[in-house]
């Protein structure tokens, strides 16, 4: 059965960091591009980050360029997020999905995890 | 204020049918694949159609997508009380480099 199973989610103070993971199983995970999508309470859906299968290229969304890290472990079939500078805006649930294909993005996403909240506050 | 425009909100009563539009530009919609999700209350969104007009395997024949354009719709037929849930449309957007996504709509059964 193909899933994943993210965690690392929690309280962070703002400036804070906080490292999410997202474990496969089910699939050959060096073959596909891998995606972290968060949720604001009550809000819609945000792409965050996404990186490629293979040869390896990542994608940020402008609102977490330069403060968070997207990366993966093929050998270890985990995909990371590092996340520092945390902000009250990051508050979200954040799940990770599995790209349809190696390329980032043209194909949607078709497995997702049930996600890790994240909790910024002072 | 998200790329892609749909409407916040749809209705009607079981066993009719719902429309939900989605609007984009060239950057998206227009030159690249749209995906639709569903996200029940308190669930993990799930890929509804992909490549504009697909659906994956599970997915009844009741929803189908269509694209025209800078825009595509998700139909849904045959209206029931588990369908009650948030719908949005994707994309990649070469623009941007991003998928962006559309700010979601929910689907209410009278």
């Known amino acids: 059965e193909v899933q994943l199973l993210e965690s690392g989610g929690g309280l962070a103070q703002p400036g804070g960091s906080l490292r999410l993971s997202c474990a496969a199983s089910g699939f050959s995970f060096s073959l596909y591009a891998m995606t972290w999508v968060r949720q604001a309470p009550g809000k819609g859906l945000e792409w965050v980050s996404s990186v490629s299968g293979g040869v390896i290229n990542t994608y940020y969304a402008d609102s977490v360029k330069g403060r968070f890290t997207i990366s993966r472990d093929d050998f270890k079939n985990t995909m990371y997020l590092q996340m520092n500078s945390l902000r009250a805006e990051d508050t979200a649930i954040y799940y990770c999905?599995?790209?349809?294909?190696?390329?980032?993005?043209?194909?949607?996403?078709?497995?997702w995890g049930h996600g890790t909240t994240v909790a910024v506050y002072s | 204020q998200s790329v892609l425009t749909q409407p916040p909100s749809v209705s009607a009563a079981p066993g009719q049918k719902v429309t939900i539009s989605c609007s984009g530009s060239?950057?998206?919609?227009?030159?690249?694949?749209v995906f639709w999700y569903q996200q029940l209350p308190g669930s993990a969104p799930k890929l509804l159609i992909y490549?504009?007009?697909n659906r994956p395997s599970g997915i009844p024949g009741r929803f189908s997508g269509s694209k025209s354009g800078t825009s595509v719709t998700l139909d849904i037929t045959g209206l029931q009380t588990g369908d009650e849930a948030d719908y949005y449309c994707?994309?990649?957007?070469?623009?941007?480099?991003?998928?962006?996504f559309g700010g979601g709509t929910k689907v209410t059964v009278l």
């Open positions: 490549e504009n007009t």
């Open positions: 994707g994309a990649w957007d070469s623009s941007l480099s991003a998928v962006v």
């Open positions: 999905a599995k790209d349809r294909s190696r390329a980032v993005g043209f194909y949607g996403m078709d497995v």
């Open positions: 060239t950057s998206n919609i227009g030159n690249h694949y």
